[in-house]
């Protein structure tokens, strides 16, 4: 007879696949954590990567009800909480007897609401859910549910009402965690991992879910990590989803050296997100030398005013400076951006599009605003201030390509759908990238496309 897996983890699919994200080349982190952490506590579990794996509802019902598992559970962005709340009420049709908790940022920035909303959940996980998921699952496979008003992090139903248990204490020892579980995931070709958690910055559309403190892993452990993803799996590409990737400067030097004295950096090319006023010519020779290949970071807005108002930290100087020395590496580069901050205009905008050609990194992203739950543009656009007078009830209107969650007095979602497109154009066009447009005129037709219909969706309502 075929032993029953305790615990089901999810990364519910998406509807349909326009970007990237919807069907990455890597696998969920957070899961990957999970799963390591519910095996060392002695629980057998099981990994459905739906967006990895490329797998249906349907699909993914399926294997569910095969494995037959007592406990579920489902991470979730916020434009996907619609759909991982239908997966859940699936289950429960046909299994009743499992319990459905969900995690991820929705749920750790709304939890109150998120449990109220959708009956389906029969718990939920704030915040960084290593131990608090682990301990829940026990109560419940353990029958021992009375527990669970004991456990640190925790939200449950009581009586038809909502009750958050104190929030769980941040995991201070990162070394004390396991490797994530990869071998439940299937091939990945971009191992994804992080060394620290937490960004000390204030920018205001980010909830900051890791905190403010920045918590490290030490260099060995992460170098360990690296090795042994390269050993194990045959990992060649790896990158970091650290929020500000080498905030300290001495564990960095650290780092890398251990990087190169091992000679780990002729086996793996690696990838980071990061700050721009942090960057230097001899930091980035020795990223270079350590196998580092592309640096990514968050510009945001052209428009020097704007980068005051939305607490950036960091002025256009900055990103000017950091492109041109990161280019002057040998280090390819992507510069992100958003449309939509508060107060911003048709002038604001087109300085943002006007300096992502400027600046010429090699790869460029442009977003439109999303008041995330927990940010304070989610606050300002509840209040319907600094210009904003939308705040869209549906959750799937929370994506930052096409998203439609918001707009401002001065400049309508139609108006933001249009900057958008030039956006990109201006930066392809301006700077002759030829093959490189092709490319992602190929690479991203799906997004482009959906992108188009969202506009003149939003053009014909506002005419």
């Given at each position: 007879?075929?032993?029953?897996?305790?615990?089901?983890l999810?990364?519910?699919?998406?509807?349909?696949?326009?970007?990237?994200?919807?069907?990455?080349?890597?696998?969920?982190?957070?899961?990957?954590?999970?799963?390591?952490?519910?095996?060392?506590?002695?629980?057998?579990?099981?990994?459905?990567?739906?967006?990895?794996?490329?797998?249906?509802?349907?699909?993914?019902?399926?294997?569910?009800?095969?494995?037959?598992?007592?406990?579920?559970?489902?991470?979730?962005?916020?434009?996907?909480?619609?759909?991982?709340?239908?997966?859940?009420e699936?289950?429960?049709?046909?299994?009743?007897?499992?319990?459905?908790?969900?995690?991820?940022?929705?749920?750790?920035?709304?939890?109150?609401?998120?449990i109220?909303?959708?009956?389906?959940f029969?718990?939920?996980?704030?915040?960084?859910?290593?131990?608090?998921?682990?301990?829940l699952?026990?109560?419940?496979?353990?029958?021992?549910?009375?527990?669970?008003p004991?456990i640190?992090g925790?939200?449950?139903r009581?009586?038809g009402?909502a009750?958050?248990?104190?929030?769980?204490?941040?995991?201070?020892?990162l070394?004390?965690?396991?490797?994530?579980?990869?071998d439940l995931?299937?091939?990945?070709?971009i191992f994804?991992?992080?060394?620290?958690?937490g960004?000390?910055?204030?920018?205001?559309?980010?909830?900051r879910?890791?905190?403010?403190?920045?918590?490290?892993?030490?260099?060995?452990?992460v170098?360990?990590?690296?090795?042994?993803?390269?050993?194990?799996?045959?990992?060649?590409?790896?990158?970091?989803?650290?929020?500000?990737?080498?905030?300290?400067?001495?564990w960095?030097?650290?780092f890398l050296?251990?990087?190169?004295?091992?000679?780990?950096?002729?086996?793996?090319?690696?990838?980071?997100?990061t700050?721009?006023?942090?960057?230097?010519?001899?930091?980035?020779?020795?990223?270079?030398?350590?196998?580092?290949?592309k640096?990514?970071?968050?510009?945001?807005?052209?428009n020097e005013?704007?980068?005051?108002?939305?607490?950036?930290?960091?002025?256009?100087?900055?990103?000017?400076?950091?492109?041109?020395?990161v280019?002057?590496?040998?280090?390819?580069?992507?510069?992100?951006?958003?449309?939509g901050?508060?107060?911003?205009?048709?002038?604001?905008?087109?300085?943002?599009?006007?300096?992502?050609?400027?600046?010429?990194?090699?790869?460029?992203?442009?977003?439109?605003?999303?008041?995330?739950?927990?940010?304070e543009?989610?606050?300002?656009?509840?209040?319907?201030?600094?210009?904003?007078k939308?705040?869209?009830?549906d959750?799937?209107d929370?994506?930052?390509?096409?998203?439609?969650?918001?707009?401002?007095e001065?400049?309508?979602?139609?108006?933001?759908?249009?900057?958008q497109?030039?956006?990109?154009?201006?930066?392809?066009?301006?700077?002759?990238?030829?093959?490189?447009?092709?490319?992602?005129?190929?690479k991203?037709?799906r997004?482009?496309?959906a992108?188009?219909?969202?506009g003149?969706?939003n053009?014909?309502a506002?005419?």
């Amino acid at each position: 007879m075929k032993e029953r897996t305790s615990v089901v983890l999810i990364n519910p699919p998406v509807r349909a696949i326009v970007e990237e994200y919807d069907a990455p080349p890597y696998g969920h982190l957070g899961l990957a954590y999970l799963s390591s952490a519910l095996r060392e506590g002695g629980l057998s579990c099981a990994v459905l990567d739906a967006k990895l794996a490329r797998l249906n509802r349907n699909d993914l019902v399926k294997v569910v009800l095969d494995l037959d598992p007592r406990i579920v559970g489902i991470s979730s962005f916020t434009h996907e909480i619609k759909i991982a709340a239908a997966l859940a009420e699936e289950i429960k049709k046909k299994t009743p007897w499992t319990k459905i908790v969900i995690g991820g940022v929705h749920a750790s920035s709304l939890p109150a609401d998120t449990i109220r909303s959708f009956p389906s959940f029969d718990y939920l996980v704030k915040g960084e859910g290593e131990r608090a998921f682990l301990k829940l699952s026990r109560a419940i496979l353990n029958g021992d549910e009375e527990a669970v008003p004991a456990i640190p992090g925790v939200c449950y139903r009581k009586d038809g009402n909502a009750v958050l248990v104190s929030p769980a204490p941040r995991i201070s020892d990162l070394d004390s965690l396991k490797f994530p579980a990869w071998d439940l995931f299937p091939k990945m070709r971009i191992f994804p991992v992080m060394s620290s958690r937490g960004c000390p910055y204030g920018c205001v559309f980010c909830a900051r879910m890791m905190g403010e403190e920045v918590r490290v892993r030490s260099p060995e452990n992460v170098a360990e990590e690296l090795r042994y993803l390269n050993e194990r799996f045959g990992a060649k590409r790896v990158f970091f989803y650290d929020e500000t990737f080498g905030f300290y400067r001495e564990w960095l030097d650290k780092f890398l050296r251990l990087l190169i004295d091992s000679k780990l950096n002729r086996k793996l090319r690696w990838g980071i997100t990061t700050r721009a006023h942090l960057l230097d010519g001899p930091i980035l020779s020795k990223l270079k030398e350590a196998g580092c290949v592309k640096i990514d970071f968050g510009v945001e807005s052209g428009n020097e005013q704007v980068l005051s108002v939305i607490k950036k930290g960091e002025r256009l100087e900055d990103f000017i400076r950091a492109a041109r020395l990161v280019k002057k590496a040998g280090i390819e580069s992507q510069s992100y951006f958003i449309l939509g901050h508060p107060n911003e205009t048709r002038k604001t905008a087109a300085d943002t599009i006007d300096f992502a050609a400027k600046l010429n990194t090699d790869h460029v992203s442009i977003g439109i605003m999303v008041p995330y739950p927990g940010t304070e543009v989610a606050e300002m656009a509840a209040k319907g201030a600094m210009g904003y007078k939308k705040l869209s009830p549906d959750w799937e209107d929370y994506n930052k390509q096409l998203g439609n969650a918001l707009e401002l007095e001065s400049i309508s979602g139609a108006d933001l759908t249009r900057y958008q497109l030039s956006g990109y154009l201006k930066f392809y066009v301006r700077n002759v990238k030829v093959v490189p447009f092709l490319r992602s005129l190929w690479k991203y037709k799906r997004l482009i496309f959906a992108i188009m219909v969202k506009g003149i969706k939003n053009y014909l309502a506002y005419n």
